[in-house]
């Protein structure tokens, strides 16, 4: 691989594609959960990756949308049962691969190489849906201690791209209660936009080799 320096010079130059789309945060589109994705890019009889995949709680949603595919799983955690525990491990290739709140536990160098690895394993013309905290937001980056690098959300499609994708989609996402919803959405997003903050939670990224 190389060196960190070199290739961020390449990630300056490919996160100006993200700002062309979206030129602040608030321009991004807002969904409500993850689930609306699933549901829009996962389709019957395809092939996913989940990478770090937990206690698999991404099957079971999958599996109570209907949506009848072949699911596998990869986690460096033992305790729990997954078809990969390693990324080596894997020789076929998938139509989706799912990097859900994984790549900020990662150093830079690291999350680059997982990315380039999992361009290898993503079938011509499949997608990767690549989630992380969004750092607008900033309790959701800071209130996990194994959290090690911060991604914004030019940064991530920066680094996506250098791992090979194209970027077809950005997402932030946020859910509460209706009334909580209704209150920051509407009637205090100015105030956001004001301090710079936001109330959304995550980035989702979508990229297609």
Known sequence: MQN???EWSKVFQYREYA??????VWDIPLIKKRSELIRRYLKNSITVLDVGAGKRGMEQEIRKMGIDLVYKSMD???GNR???Y???EVSDSFHVIL???VIEHLSLQDGIGLLKRLYELTKENGIIIASTPNIFNPSRFMRDA???TFYAYDELCGIMNLAGYNITAVYRSYNDAFHRYILKVYLMGFMFRFFGIDYANSIFVVGQR
């Open 4 to 6: 960190i320096e070199s």
């Open 99 to 101: 990097l859900f709140e």
């Open 146 to 148: 194994t959290h090690k």
């Open 19 to 24: 700002h062309r789309l979206y030129r602040e």
């Open 76 to 78: 460096i955690d033992r």
């Open 82 to 84: 997954h078809d990969y």
């Open 86 to 88: 390693d990324l080596s």
